[in-house]
């Protein structure tokens, strides 16, 4: 599946940004692509702007990197739930709590980047288990429409939108 073929009116602006930053890509390639090209960028990161933040109150580059794999453990939650016909509405997340609990400062480059292998494989053998039928099927989160398709997308959006914002104001 690809980006111009979900409607795009769900999910709410907000996160429908996370997907117009990809383009017109597919789904399962750019889940892939991103496994192989995000832990290189982690890789290149310097030891010492790891616990760097480029303003007061905002977080550092390590709680931005676990920020990311929070995240599409999340949105990959909803879309096994979703997937699997569960109606439930589901709640937000505090993202302003996990952060600060992440405790990002006590992990090592090597640590993060080994949990991201794992979440992002495990979350691309969850989209590679979906036929066509499946990845329209619809549910709520945040209070907003989803079809577990866009959240795939918000997963790949989500993390080049950080990795956008890592290099454009902490690797300066």
């Known amino acids: 599946m ?24 597919e789904l399962l390639d750019m889940l892939e692509r991103q496994l192989d090209n ?3 960028f982690i890789e290149s990161i310097p030891d010492d702007k790891m616990s760097y933040a480029y303003g007061q ?15 599409e453990r999340v ?7 979703f997937s699997r016909g569960d109606q439930t509405s589901l709640p937000g997340f505090d993202q302003d709590l996990y952060v600060p609990n992440s405790e990002a ?6 640590s993060i980047i080994e949990e991201y292998r794992t979440v992002r494989e495990s979350t691309i053998s969850l989209y590679r288990s979906f036929d066509p039928s499946i990845l329209g099927r619809e549910g709520f989160a945040s209070n907003l429409p989803w079809s577990v398709a866009s959240l795939g997308f ?6 080049k939108h950080h990795r956008n914002i890592l290099r454009e104001r902490y690797l300066l």
């Open 154 to 159: 918000v997963i790949c959006g989500h993390q």
């Open 75 to 81: 949105f990959q939650y909803r879309a096994l739930r």
């Open 38 to 40: 995000f832990p290189k």
């Open 105 to 110: 400062e006590k992990r090592t480059k090597e």
């Open 57 to 71: 109150d905002k977080w550092t580059m390590a709680q931005v990197l676990l920020h990311i794999i929070d995240s």
């Open 2 to 25: 690809r980006t111009s073929d979900i409607v795009l009116t769900k999910p709410a602006p907000f996160y429908k940004a996370y997907i117009d930053v990809l383009g017109d890509v």
